[in-house]
């Protein structure tokens, strides 16, 4: 099942732009590890790519790394990069995607040639579940970085404060919105009104429990015509979300709240927690350095048996036009190194795809990590882009009284394309 090209619009908060590198355009390489590499990344990881430029130099004296740092939507400006011709020797790209699609995913890049294949020693040791993210045809192209959770993320804090626990059954998820109520804050986050990506957060973690598990091919049954979101457990998963809604689980104004205003609230105690990607905890952690976070499972249901949606975030490519493909091969190959994913992965907040004994997890992703090692990680579900924009904008509108949880579904299956 291939990672969605949704993720584009998931992976991260957008952030304020941040610029740095430029400078002249490296040498063509002849072959050897030397001149300037050139790379474009995004700037609310600036300090973790870094690390690993600074180590990569140590490595290899003769390169230079020069690399860009935006924010906002770095898919997005890759591929104008792209088309523009300017584009430089290292990208970021996101997992996974379908071929036919025009955007800045794995498949669709390595479909129509804009980046080349790796030549890895690290290729074998990507983890078989994980695999089809990065590659295309039996080619690897990315380098996987790390498996974030798309789950809770509760101030931990706030929650001993008050006297509450992490939920581990629906009906303690439901029960922990009405505690938070009568304390006079509000159970989770939700930036509800960031429509191209905000309400699709809760359902996502629930379809660890309620799809993956139960109908584990339901994409390739929806692409056969044998398998439709209005009888699937798509509605189980919508009617979650109307249930969460209507016990006032997501606070005042959610419609009109950002994704990174829902993680202020959480940093400032005014929220419990938020449930999104994990790469939200870099920022919640600084903007409350002073509260300790846990991340956690969202449970679908009251047998304790909870999954966990993980997905990888950015990945790293290389353009198939690179000024200098010597050099750039050889940073995809220290980035899978035991000692660069470590940093990579504790700068995102985040496990290694690839199993990396020097990785120690933090306390706030021991659950994960824990969860990642039993095999109780499921993959995000693919959205075609069409349907998962309908997506949110039918949350939002049932949300609004608009609509019911299967008429989501049936406009989801409107949008779908077969």
Known sequence: MAATSAIVAISALALTSCSGGGGDAPAPSDGEVSGTLTGVFFSGFQETYEKIATAFEEEYPD??????????????????????GTAPDILTSFPGG?????????????????????????????????????????????????????SAIYNQTKMEELGLSVPTTLDEVLQLCADAVDAGVYAYAQGLGEAAAGPQMFPFAHTATLLAPEVPDFDEQLAAGEATYPESPWVDIIEIQQDLWDAGCFGEG???????????????????GIV??????????????????????????????????????????????????????????????????????????????????????????????????????????????????????????????????????????SAYKQ
């Open 276 to 413: 999104d990607v994990g790469a939200v905890l870099a920022s919640i952690s600084t903007a409350g350095p002073d509260n300790s976070y846990v991340v956690a499972a969202v449970p679908a249901t009251n047998d304790g048996d909870t999954f966990v949606t993980a997905l990888p975030g950015f990945v790293t490519t290389i353009n198939a036009k690179a000024k200098n493909p010597a050099a750039a091969q050889a940073f995809l190959e220290f980035m899978g190194t035991p000692e660069a994913s470590a940093i990579y992965a504790d700068g995102f907040k985040s496990v290694p795809v690839i199993p990396n004994d020097e990785y120690t997890p933090t306390a706030e992703l021991e659950e994960f990590a824990a969860l990642i090692a039993d095999n109780k990680g499921m993959r995000l579900p693919t959205l075609q882009a069409e349907v998962q924009s309908t997506l949110n904008q039918q949350l939002q509108a049932m949300f609004l009284g608009n609509t019911t949880p299967e008429g989501v579904t049936e406009s989801m299956q």
């Open 98 to 150: 379908d071929p036919k699609d025009n955007a800045d995913n794995v498949a669709p890049l390595a479909a129509n040639g804009l980046i080349a294949p790796l030549d890895v020693t690290w290729a074998d040791d990507i983890p078989e579940a994980w695999a089809s993210d990065f590659t295309y045809e039996g080619e690897v192209y990315a380098y996987p970085g790390a498996l974030q959770p798309l």
């Open 254 to 272: 959610a419609l009109g709240r950002s994704r990174e205003q829902g993680a202020t609230a959480v940093a400032a105690g005014d929220a419990l």
């Open 63 to 84: 390169v230079t790394v020069d690399f860009d740092y935006q924010g906002g939507d770095v898919g997005q400006l890759v591929m104008t990069q792209m088309q523009g």
